[in-house]
């Protein structure tokens, strides 16, 4: 059974949160809503007791199966999800995926006690906003829930070389992105979000979306990290400045 935190704040307004919005002070209907799903109690506990320090937080719940995650996460429509990967029934990248087809505008923070090059690549093809250790300080995996909300892509830079260096030889994908689409495809890589974007190129969100889905497709990729990871590795782009840890 998942143990869920009684009082839940009302969903804030996910049309575009910028940097301003997390700031510590951040009035209680724009703070960012947080499932945790972790079977470790202790660390459960001090990762919420954490989160719930910060005013632009709000647990809305801590559970510990993959189960209870995945049904909790369908009931609270939560902004982010840190998942741990090891669950007693089941790992948390099935788990992301299942919530990521009900509810695709959650961010997905995957959680693990090891770096493991397959579960990286897992947890990116399942749609998750990023892949960190749980050796990480408890305040950068607050600033990590800040980050995602944001839409920023999450990965250490030694994880993001290890992806790069045993992702499979294929034909080049990417040979007809247009010059907006690679503009969009620089910037997504030095972490902006699509509201930002939409913000520095001038141009409407809904145009950005639609390049970024273009972007992914042509590509041949399942998220946008994903996008990112392999247009660095076929050169189209250069190195990033996303990586925060």
């Known amino acids: 059974m998942g143990r869920r935190i009684s009082g839940m704040p009302a969903r804030p307004d996910a049309s575009g949160a910028s940097e301003a919005d997390a700031l510590s002070n951040a009035p209680a209907d724009r ?3 947080v499932l945790i799903v972790e079977d470790h109690r202790m660390f459960s506990e001090a990762l919420r007791a954490a989160l719930d320090t910060s005013d632009d937080i709000a647990v809305t719940a801590a559970m510990d199966t993959a189960t209870s995650g ?6 609270s429509r939560p902004d982010v999800v840190l998942m741990d990967y090891r ?8 788990a992301a ?11 997905i923070v995957m959680l ?17 906003s990023g ?31 290890r992806l790069l260096d045993r992702a499979s030889d294929r034909t080049r994908p990417g040979a007809d992105l247009t010059s907006r689409e690679t503009e969009v495809l620089r910037l997504l890589a030095d972490g902006l979000s699509n509201q930002a974007i939409a913000e520095r190129l001038g141009i409407r ?11 992914i497709e042509k590509l041949e990729a399942h998220s946008k990290l994903e996008a990112v990871a392999t247009a660095l590795r076929l050169g189209l782009i250069q190195s ?3 990586h925060r840890f």
């Not at 669950?87 to 099935?94: C, F, I, N, T, Y």
């Not at 995926?97 to 961010?107: F, Y």
């Not at 006690?113 to 947890?123: I, K, N, P, Q």
Request: proline residues 4%.
């Open 31 to 33: 703070q960012i809503r």
């Open 70 to 75: 995945v049904e909790e996460a369908k009931r």
């Open 87 to 94: 669950l007693p029934d089941g790992d948390g990248v099935d």
């Open 97 to 107: 995926r299942r919530i990521k087809q009900v509810l695709p505008d959650t961010k």
């Open 112 to 128: 693990s006690g090891t770096l493991d090059d397959t579960v990286l690549r897992e947890a990116i093809q399942a749609g998750c």
């Open 131 to 161: 892949y960190l250790t749980k050796g990480h300080a408890i305040e950068e995996l607050i600033l990590a829930v800040r980050a995602a909300h944001r839409g920023e892509a999450l990965i250490s830079p030694q994880m993001l070389s």
């Open 205 to 215: 969100l809904a145009t950005v979306r639609n390049h970024v889905q273009s972007v």
């Open 240 to 242: 990033p400045n996303m």
